[in-house]
Nanobody, 114 residues
Framework: QVQLVESGGGLVQPGGSLRLSCAAS????????MGWYRQAPGKQREFVAS???????NYADSVKGRFTIFRDNAKNTVYLQMGDLKREDTALYYC????????WGQGTQVTVSS
């Protein structure tokens, strides 16, 4: 099991950028997949991006070309660099780790508004 703590959310104007961080309580080098999901008010949680321990990545179509996920194993942290933010990106963003267990963080709020 791993504890995950997200940070970096906030209020940003449309077109702006944010970097989210997901800090793990132990080494992530053996965690097969780490990812970001989001949940907007009144909607189901949806996949945003994932990164594998061998380096491969996947993205939701809605964020391709705007978001980048990457992991720093030395810091036990996964990041989500978000650019060209849109109002529809407003949501609570969660970090997920898939190893022998599936673990979630508590989330960090991202609000895109002028």
């Amino acid at each position: 099991q791993v504890q995950l703590v997200e940070s970096g959310g906030g209020l940003v104007q449309p077109g702006g950028s944010l970097r989210l961080s997901c800090a793990a309580s132990r080494s992530i080098s053996s965690i097969a997949v780490m990812g970001w999901y989001r949940q907007a008010p009144g909607k189901q949680r949806e996949f945003v991006a994932s990164v594998y321990n061998l380096g491969g990545t996947n993205y939701a179509d809605s964020v391709k070309g705007r978001f980048t996920i990457f992991r720093d194993n030395a810091k036990n942290t996964v990041y989500l660099q978000m650019g060209d933010l849109k109002r529809e990106d407003t949501a609570l963003y969660y970090c997920k780790a898939v190893s022998t267990t599936i673990d979630w963080g508590q989330g960090t709020q991202v609000t895109v508004s002028s």
